[in-house]
């Protein structure tokens, strides 16, 4: 497919074709660049409408500063132009929608993941210092005690904004920089300011056109700041208020007026004053490997961390080997040609498979309820059997259901494995003579193995993380007694991260992405271990 | 504004393949209804602009009448988003500081800790209209001394009775109602729903009546930073729950749904129940009365109060507006006045509720009329699990030791808040 190959194609061994007629396939050794066929008129439309979608993201990207996704799709929108109509590119062409997809859904969650691991984003530092500095400043902004509502008129002079408000009788105009004075020759109509010479009275709707300036707008009462300043959020009342705190970018320093209590920014993302009380909200900032850091020395975690890390890896083995088990025993009688009505058979054992796990969990939660479920009420005639609710009973539950849910698939892969094992090998060993248990032993399990070992690993990684069964079914319950946080006996590492991260109230997205990288890590090393065993198999 | 990259990059990956966008870049609901064209009346200024609002399934239809009339009025149209009520309170914090937040949400008053905490709701002033609503009701919204939220309705849980059952009520303490509803020879004597997590909210009643409040309350009714919940008082109402549970009024099994499928079946004459469930029964036929809870410690029963209200987005682009609709027209008694014969709550305003005739209504205002709001500071949402858990292992059994269980209770929920002002 290089550029000389379409000029002279007879290089390629291909018969001479005379001049102007086109390959029928263009696989031939023109380049679809060349190849202005109904293909070409097909893959212009396509690319012209991809182009179109990326160029108004682009648009709405750059409107709304999101650089990032401005330079990604710009990127993007070169490389599929150039990937589709240049001559040289033919595995791209193939590659690029991968490519595009694993940039966008494993790359960039991943590495976004990883960012957040190393910041403190949660609850109380939702957004960026400026937006911190401005929420404080307005939480902190009090209407002073026992002062007037003043019904408001708002005026305009040549672009400046000013309020007009009727005090004892006389109508004052202020604005940003000037302090509230009376004006000669003004009218008032009952409580409210008429007219003011000199200045345009505004109607609610061209004050609405200016809303954000409205709502900024202080207007001090007099001369004194410790009076107060007028402001309005409706646009037709005026409230006193008076600020208690007043930042100072120089400075980086917040001062509370009242008391004289300085808080300065720290690297945590806080104004913190000298004895360490911390203004709220804070904002996001960098915090390196603290929240990493954090998941060893806090003790809260650590106390029942090693019982969830025993339990975890109990469940993730348990799973996979009774699934697998399960699975295997049904394959191997099922792949009898003996049996009748074996695709029937087959098409039920897979129905469990077809239900959404998580639903499937909650169906199951409520035929283990101890006083209404179907299990107790139904199956075992009004027994009371905690299902859910022991310590012991729980987890066995968790696995049972897990079962139930999981050997579908194990049964599908091994079927599959089983048939692809060669007639011939199996009738051999019958001729020499070997029992059919041994040549389940010796020829059919390690023939399965060789293709569902990694299966197996992989199966192990997915239960590791199998939060939606635990969440849904238990909901981690019943929970230890006594410790310092949430968690029970059916609880993983992933749904302890949740509950440590999530349902403490807080929200800690910092945090818990920190923990999820250490879980991550976990589940490759064994996985990885795992599949460098699976290969050892294959050498059989 | 970071939190908008990976939906925006998802949508523009998927248009690649797909070869065509139809994103419209606001990942909100599902659901949006404009009102109909503009209608200024004379007297109110035409004005331009669009609020967004973001309302959960069960207010919708409450809404929309009401934003039809602002329109009207106004001239100002209000989008209407429907969300489900969790989302709105998680969306509302990650989304504000994008920029692509709503103007107005309607919520719940014990979200406020939460938003004030991440800077994404702006203070309101109610100025002397304040002295018109519940006093429960301004405080709810209060946080820190600043009001944050316009109040529209009250909630709150009470005693239901199926008068078909149990015709009269002479119990004067929880015993006494327990012996009574036993009595009539059903299942179940009271049904409290607990479930597997436990239900502290339900239980409430019943805690403070041993004058064990979650948080100590200062003179005025606010709640201090000091756990009100420990001490001879918690013990004495740790011990009583075990003692229910011994006795199978309350168990773990029996959550929401099952204590009202039990109730309407007919096999419990008293549920400790709220409105919610309470227009269901109605709308099924069922003859009941509210009732005040009876006391089972000494103290009186005080439920917790919860109040819905409208949050204006800090960063909204409309502020004027958005006040305008919040402090100027919701506050109004018509509108209240409207959102209760549509809702079915009980309104804020004291003007409005005076005018509620429903006994049921009638009777869940008295029984809260002394309660105190939900504490709304963000570490709630440990508090409610420390304490439901602790609640469902003392009345299954599994915490031999209720006093010891409770105490070691509080001493974890003192540690999540110091934790946490960290």
New interface residues.
Partial sequence: MSHQQTITPEDEGTPPRPPGERPRNGTGGVSHARDFGRGFWVKLVLVALIDAGAVYGILSAVSVSQWAIAGFLVLALVLVNWAYFSKRALPAKYLLPGLVFLFVYVIFSACYTAFIAFTNYGDGHNSTKSDAVQAILIQNEQRVEGSAAYPLTIVSQGGTLGFAVVQDGTVEVGTQDDPLAPVTGATADGDKAATVPGWDVLGFAQIAQEQDAVVNLRVPVSDDAADGSLRTSDGLTAYVYQSTMTYDPATDTMTDSATGTVYTADDHGNFRSADGTALTPGWRVTVGFENFTRAFTDSRISGPFLQILVWTFAFAFLSVLTTFALGLFLAVVFNDPRIRGRKVYRALLILPYAFPGFLAALVWKGMLNVDFGFVNQTLLHGASIPWLTDPWLAKLSVLMVNLWLGFPYMFLVCTGALQSIPGDVLESAKMDGASPVRVQRSIVFPLLMVSVAPLLVSSFAFNFNNFSLIYMLTGGGPDFQGTPIIVGHTDILISMVYSVAFESGVKQYGFASALSILIFVIVGVISWWGFRRTRRLEEL | ??R???V??????L???M???SSG?SSTGDQTSAPPSEAPTSA??????TLTMWVDETRIDVMKPIVQEFTAQTGVKVDLVQKVSGDIR?DF??Q??T?QGPDVIIGAHDWTG?F?????V????L??KADGFATSAIQAFTY???LYGAPYAIENIALVRNNKLQPETTAKTFDDLVTEGKKAGKKYSVLIQQG??GDAYHLYPLQTSFDAPIFKQSGDGSYTNELGLGGANGDKFAKYIAKLGKEKVL????GGD?AKAAFEKGDSPYIVTGPWYTTEFTQKGMDISVLPVPSAGGSEAKPFVGVQGAFIS??S?????A??FV??FLTTEKVQTELYKAGGRLPALKASAEQVDDPVLKGFNEAGATGAPMPSI?????????WG?TQ??II?G??KDPAA?WT??VK?MQ??ID??GK
Avoid at chain 2, 122 to 125: D, H, K, L, R, T
Avoid at chain 2, 251 to 254: D, F, K, L, M, V
Avoid at chain 2, 317 to 321: D, E, S
């Fill in positions: 504004m970071r908008s990259i990976p925006v990059a998802a949508a523009l990956g248009a690649l393949t070869t065509a966008c870049g109110a200024p035409t004005l331009s602009g998680t914090v990650k504000v500081p920029g939460e004030v905490n991440n800077g994404v702006a203070p309101i002033e100025g002397d820190d001394g600043k597997d997590q168990s773990a099994s029996i099952q800090s960063k682009k409309n502020p004027l507006l006040q305008a402090t100027s963000p570490e709630m949402g440990a508090m409610w699990a420390f858990t469902v292992q299954s599994q915490a269980a070691k209770m974890n540690d999540a934790k946490a």
